[in-house]
């Protein structure tokens, strides 16, 4: 964790908004697999393991594109701002989803784990809308 934010501080381009959007939505997935296994469902404790494991690997693919896309020249520039684009776009659906599922958490999940389910949700849906205004700024 130490080193990700220490990536993020320094003067370098990525990791920045996209990558940290995406790990936040990552750690109210985990929340929200630790609230659902405690309310004994194992269904939505496997989709938020699955969600947490995509949003990782597109925190790596945000920093990656973005990089990609400052050194792109020409024509190739075109095809890496979409790509700059499409990632961003992918976190904010992933991190939507794991806002529904902590919505469902909130509403129907184990009552002693209310308040971690609404953090989960607070979180998530604070990185879908962040991860929205990236793909705004990048198709503007």
Known sequence: MKS?????????AAPGGGAVAATTAASAAALVAMAARFGNDDTQATTADALRADLLRLAEADAAAYTAYLA????????ALDKATEVPRDIAAAASQVAELARDLVAHGNPRLHGDARV????AGAAAEA?????????T
Do not use: H, S, W, Y
């Open 120 to 123: 989960a949700e607070l979180l």
């Open 131 to 139: 991860a929205t205004v990236l793909v705004e700024i990048n198709t």
């Open 72 to 79: 792109a020249k020409g024509a190739a520039r075109k095809a």
């Open 4 to 12: 990700f934010l220490d990536a993020v501080a320094a003067r370098t």
